[in-house]
């Protein structure tokens, strides 16, 4: 299956929905995996895939309160094209690192595409935690901001 496929799967879940009383059950229920091969990422495809998948959720989400946001990101480490749609704006997603919205999903989509080593953390990219400028500072201030394509919704 391709990886423009799999996206558009994502709305095959009738259990992905808006939770604002619940953030943990809303990242749960609504986040999808999407491991990339080489051969699987046609970037315009797979953008267009993002954009309809957004389209369907605003017109599913149609009656909701409030509006949330579908977004996707790259997932260098594991190798995936990651999806969810969460009830918080883009500048408040539930990520543990920075990170920067983009409306440009090409952005991300161009990440999975351009990983030669998709999956695998090169070891000339690891750092000691000794070699830090600043010891003091707090894990996410080192690790520099990946780009999230965000949708807002309804």
Do not use: I
Request: a negative charge; hydrophobic letters at 40%; aromatic letters at 8%.
């Amino acid at each position: 299956m391709s990886l423009t496929e799999m996206v558009r799967s994502y709305l095959d879940d009738s259990e992905v929905t808006l939770l604002p009383a619940d953030p943990a059950t809303e990242v749960r229920r609504n986040t999808w995996s999407y491991s990339v091969s080489p051969t699987s990422v046609d970037v315009p495809q797979v953008v267009a895939a993002l954009n309809f998948v957004a389209d369907e959720l605003r017109q599913r989400l149609a009656g909701h309160t409030g509006s949330g946001t579908f977004y996707a990101w790259y997932d260098a480490q594991a190798g995936q094209l990651r999806c969810s749609l969460s009830s918080q704006p883009a500048e408040s997603l539930p990520f543990g690192a920075p990170y920067l919205a983009t409306t440009d999903a090409a952005k991300v989509v161009r990440m999975a595409a351009g990983d030669r080593h998709r999956g695998v953390v090169l070891w000339g990219n690891l750092a000691d935690v000794d070699e830090r400028a600043d010891p003091d500072a707090p894990d996410d201030e080192l690790a520099a901001p990946f780009p999230v394509w965000c949708a807002e919704v309804p």
